[in-house]
């Protein structure tokens, strides 16, 4: 069984550019003094946080950025460490990885903001396991992103998946070399049923980017970081109307690494939206507003 699967966790800051895939900005930067900004070069994380301000935990930060982004209509906020760092950090040499990518991207953080917005950072949930990594399938382990320990609860704390990984990972992998080994644990399995039509012709890559981008937006829109039963009501329409459709392409075409992709994103989807809709209590990465 998969549990808890409403909670993904969120990262704040993601670095923030139409041209190339994004990475993650340490909370490190802002734990030296950076400062979150919107759009018109203000403040905000205080009207949100009045105690913490950019120091609060990542699902409130996240919330709060994406909050600015909807008042001001724009596409990223700004993280500002050039400001504020005093005199004695050198960011070229506390932050190497981030000031060499962003660099990449002609942004110089030790003169200028960085442009962030935040991005889906990590499964909380997954397949239910005991403290060995077992799940209910006889010869099935699971450990890390894929398993549910209940260690990271409903917010994961930074770096505690390492720890969980190495635990877990040794664990499993003593038990499972204790186990009974079989020749065949799923003797029921059926033979595959080819589709009548398996022409290449039907590999359109337009159809697959379509199925993403539709998938994408109906995610991050209504059971991305602020949820409602509304915006859940309508996810879990659209979506069964997306599992429909790429469901029958991925039956009655030849297989390959990218429809079977799809077809799992869009199961994972499902399960999230069906979880969140289900939770009514905002908790942790889970924020349903009333």
């Avoid at 006889?138 to 549910?148: F, I, K, R, S, T």
């Avoid at 990271?152 to 204790?178: C, D, F, M, Q, W």
Wanted: charged share 25%; aromatic share 10%; proline share 4%.
């Amino acid at each position: 069984p998969l549990r808890l699967s409403e909670y993904v966790q969120i990262h704040p800051t993601m670095f923030y550019n139409e041209e190339r895939i994004g990475f993650l900005i340490s909370e490190a930067v802002r734990g030296e003094g950076g400062r979150l900004l919107n759009s018109d070069g203000e403040e905000f994380m205080s009207r949100y946080s009045p105690a913490w301000k950019d120091l609060a935990p990542r699902d409130e930060v996240a919330r709060a950025i994406y909050n600015e982004m909807t008042r001001t209509g724009s596409s990223h906020v700004y993280l500002d460490i050039a400001s504020y760092a005093g005199d004695s950090l050198n960011i070229h040499e506390r932050f190497p990885g981030i000031y060499e990518e962003c660099k990449k991207s002609k942004i110089d953080i030790e003169k200028e903001p960085i442009p962030v917005v935040p991005g889906e950072h990590y499964f909380c949930g997954g397949v239910l396991i005991d403290n060995f990594g077992n799940t209910s399938l006889p010869g099935l382990h699971a450990v890390g992103e894929a398993a549910c320990s209940g260690l990271h609860g409903a917010n994961r704390l930074a770096s505690v998946s390492l720890l969980e990984g190495l635990v877990y990972g040794t664990r499993a992998g003593i038990a499972s070399s204790k186990t009974d080994k079989k020749e065949e644990y799923f003797p029921d399995i059926l033979n595959w049923i080819y589709p009548n039509n398996i022409s290449t012709t039907n590999n359109d890559p337009l159809l697959i980017l379509q199925d993403w981008n539709n998938l994408n937006t109906t995610m991050w829109n209504y059971v991305g970081i602020i949820r409602t039963e509304t915006r859940l009501t309508r996810a879990e329409s659209d979506l069964r109307n997306i599992y429909s459709r790429i469901t029958d392409y991925y039956r009655n075409t030849n297989l390959t690494k990218d429809k079977i992709e799809l077809r799992n994103g869009v199961l994972a989807a499902n399960l999230i939206a069906q979880a969140a809709r289900r939770n009514t209590q905002s908790t942790g990465c889970h924020y349903i507003k009333e």
